[in-house]
């Protein structure tokens, strides 16, 4: 059996046993659930609504109810995709590099991280498929057999990448979430008492029956499909900045664009995970599972990825400068930016993805649940506008100033934004309610190594 | 004599595996062992070869790669080769970096998808199908030892019941099949 150093905190606490995290998972679902939940449903599905009130309005209408103009024809649309994309790294990171990594703590967050990466990548999708104005031709990304015209796409370019390596994260991500919820939903199959909860699970259960050689492939596929998506969550960001970094707009064109996409991807990734996360545990009584320790542990992520995120845009900021080319004067990282007319986005990126989140430093700060869900909040914001300055602010300034110009969102940018934030919510909240929202299974098998009550057996006294 | 199953049942994975290990050595067949999470250690002790759904992942993504290189060299040198930037688009090799990335995810996408659907139809696991574990709490907190009387017809029922009590056994159930 394995062994776990004594000094190590516990990551189950309390006196549990495995009937009992069973019963802790499917208490959300077999109870009648909080007025609060309903209350949060009602407000997150009509935002939905209204978003998608905003994007029937935009097909009807054409992209030209967006506020964009001749400079900046890239603005909101393409922030938002690199935004949700980016906070779907976080739960196949989770999930498959932190398993490669034997990271045990990974086991009572990665359930809600994956479900929160399908759901952000649904969200990111659909910015690319509206911006392209005639969704009804959004099959064209494909490479069909060209009866439609006499071209085929165009493998050399950074846009049909993406269509690739956003739909192969997706679809991958989607497989793998659900394969670990097999065995889970086989639990609650067998745990729950009502009739059409027990054929409900019955049926997403696919008949699981957790024989020996059924769990040693199991545990093979886990092996194989983390190596498999350990590189992908590393590929899908890359690509995504090389939407940019193969441009040769001043600022866009940078080499150090994939590295730094992908940590700061992570870095908002992880932030998401808190966000929802920390409000989760309180909401479910899950406050067992996802102890101080696991939110230190994320928080360490989040310093590690938001420090790789400030040295690259100190270099952005000290290679535009050096090189004394005028055109760098006017990007994200630039004089021009910091003190032109979109300081305010400027300072807003470099308060909320660096100072803030700076002082996660402080072993108080990253273990108090309050400040790590406020920071995460602020991170959250803050890469928001890291993309937003990256797209608008390298645009603004064109190369010639007659053309210079500033953006203004109209209320269809609003609409179309905040409404998938109400679509992912909506999502979100009936995951939770109708999902096993830890890997309760994978849990059992750390209980009697790392759960507070067997802790003391694992060594004998005089050794700790 | 009708033939009978045998579930023994066990309320710890290394108990267990205790057990499993002394019915093996004393020649009984173990059918199978079913419980809510992997039982590190269990194949070698009852005799489960490895699975070779690696084999299999490698192989889809050895598909997906030559399918992908078969389709980029198709549509971008053979059928219409473009004219992008100047980028050379007369060879193959010349144009191949270009393609990378296309490559890279439809050998990821074929390797996972494809072991994703041969170990749902290898565990028979599939959309509708009955659930096939004895008893309920094996998903939940229990681990079962299923042994069946027509295998291990050199031992009496009585003396492997006797054999199971000797282990740390939690309850012993018989079935007719």
Known sequence: ?464 | MANKVIYAIYEDPEELKGAARKLITAGVQVRDVFSPFPIHGIDPIIGLKRTRLGIVSFMFGMMGLSLAVLGTYYMMIYDWPMNIGGKPNHYYYQNVTGFVPVLFEFTVLCAAHGMAITYLIRNKTLPGMPARNPDPRSTNDKFIIELRTEENTQHAPEAITAMLRETPVFEINERQC
């Not at chain 1, 150093?5 to 606490?13: H, V």
């Not at chain 1, 103009?69 to 994309?85: C, E, L, S």
């Not at chain 1, 790294?89 to 990974?106: D, K, N």
């Not at chain 1, 190596?227 to 899908?236: D, M, N, Q, R, Y």
């Open chain 1, 1 to 464: 059996m394995h062994q776990e150093a004594a000094i190590r905190p516990p990551l189950i606490l309390g006196h549990r046993t495995y009937g009992d995290i069973t019963a802790d998972v499917a208490a959300p679902i077999e109870n009648k659930a909080s007025r609060t939940y309903y209350l949060l449903l009602t407000i997150a599905s009509i935002i939905a609504l209204y978003g998608v009130g905003c994007i029937l309005y935009l097909i009807s209408k054409g992209i030209g109810v967006w506020g964009l103009n001749k400079t900046i024809n890239w603005a909101w649309d393409i922030t938002n995709f690199v935004w949700w994309v980016g906070i779907g790294h976080a739960g196949t990171l989770i999930s498959a590099v932190l398993l490669l990594f034997r990271q045990r703590w990974r086991m009572a967050v990665n359930r809600s991280a994956e479900a929160m990466t399908i759901f952000a990548v649904m969200m990111a999708a659909v910015f690319p498929m509206i911006h392209m104005g005639r969704i009804w031709l959004a099959y064209f990304v494909f490479p069909l057999p060209n009866q439609f015209g006499s071209l085929w796409v165009n493998f050399n370019s950074a846009l049909l990448w993406d269509v690739f390596a956003i739909s192969t994260y997706f679809s991958v991500s989607l497989v793998y979430w659900y394969i670990g919820l097999i065995p889970d939903f086989a639990t609650l199959r067998d745990h729950v008492s009502s009739k059409w909860q027990k054929s409900f699970y019955g049926v997403l259960s696919f008949g699981w029956s957790g024989n020996a050689k059924a769990w040693q492939r199991f545990e093979e596929v886990s092996l194989v499909l983390a190596g498999l998506a350990t590189p992908l969550v590393f590929s899908v960001h890359s690509v995504v900045s090389t939407d940019f970094a193969t441009s040769l707009v001043p600022g866009w064109h940078s080499t150090i664009y994939p590295p730094y996409f992908v940590a700061g991807a992570i870095f908002s990734g992880f932030a998401m995970v808190q966000t929802l996360l920390l409000i989760m545990r309180k909401a479910m009584n899950l406050e067992a599972y996802v102890t101080r320790k696991h939110v230190e542990y994320m928080n360490i992520v989040i310093m590690v990825t938001g420090g790789i995120v400030a040295v690259a845009y100190a270099t952005e900021f000290f290679m535009g400068w050096y090189s004394g080319v005028e055109y760098e004067y006017y990007t994200y990282m630039s004089v021009g930016a910091a003190t032109g007319q979109y300081a305010w986005a400027f300072w807003a990126l470099i308060i909320c993805n660096i100072l803030i989140p700076g002082l996660l430093w402080f072993k108080k700060i990253r273990t108090s649940f309050f400040w790590a869900w406020a920071i995460s909040i602020v991170i959250n914001v803050g890469m928001w506008f890291e993309r937003f300055d990256i797209i608008v602010l390298c645009l603004h300034r064109d190369y010639l100033p007659s053309g210079w110009t500033m953006f203004h969102p109209s209320w269809m940018d609003v609409g179309t934004f905040v409404g998938t934030i109400g679509i992912f919510f909506t999502l979100y909240l009936l995951f939770a309610r109708y999902f096993p929202v830890l890997a309760l299974n994978e849990l059992k098998t750390i209980l009697k190594t790392s759960g507070e009550s067997y802790k003391g057996e694992v060594l004998p006294k005089s050794q700790h």
